[in-house]
């Protein structure tokens, strides 16, 4: 199979996931979770449209155009830091969070300091089951701003799926020194128990 063969074909089975996830979504009437910082204990940025919604009659072939000029933007122009995220936001739609996460690192390395960039590589991570990594960029945004509720749900979530029980302890308690009445709070508290009880 040529080049352009399997580009053309990797690009197909993108879309197919793609409008299988928005008839997914749009037949169970279920808003899916948006890609956004204000999402809870997700982090995203904040420009990111919602995943999934209100586009339940999408013509399969613009959604097609769309992603395959994103994805060949991003991959043309990889000093373009608006087409990697753009790349990102696509294959975290569909659940590839291994190739969100290439182009994540492409977009964190031509601005290391975009917050939201450095965040959203914390929720991949985390959601992708990599659990060391999410912790490593959670804390990397703490560093920048260390009272962001949904980053620190996210660090105590990703060491307690990683069995650190020290780690989540601290994680734990730091989320309720910046919001005591934090809904994950009580969730996390149990986890920690089990955890510790598991020992």
């Known amino acids: 199979m040529s080049r352009d063969n399997l580009l053309f074909a990797i690009i197909g089975i993108l879309l197919g996931f793609i409008v299988g996830f928005m ?113 490593k960029w959670y804390r990397a945004a703490m560093k920048i701003k260390g009272d962001d509720v949904m980053v620190l749900a996210g660090l105590a979530d990703a060491t307690l799926k990683k069995g650190d029980a020290k780690a989540a302890e601290a994680a734990i308690a730091q989320l309720e020194k910046v919001d005591p009445n934090a809904e994950d709070l009580p969730g996390f508290r149990d986890r920690l128990t089990s955890l510790k009880a598991g020992k």
């Open 23 to 135: 008839f997914a979504s749009s037949m169970s009437q279920k808003q899916a979770m948006p890609l956004s910082a204000a999402a809870a204990s997700q982090g995203l940025p904040a420009d990111h449209p919602p995943v999934g919604g209100g586009q339940g009659g999408a013509d399969p072939q613009a959604v097609r155009a769309e992603v395959s000029a994103s994805l060949e933007k991003a991959r043309n122009e990889p000093n373009n830091f608006d087409a990697q995220i753009q790349a990102a936001k696509l294959y975290y739609q569909i659940q590839r969070y291994d190739q969100a996460i290439e182009f994540l690192l492409k977009a964190n390395t031509l601005k290391p300091t975009d917050y939201q960039t450095v965040v959203a590589l914390g929720v991949t991570n985390l959601d992708g089951g990599h659990y060391e990594q999410a912790e």
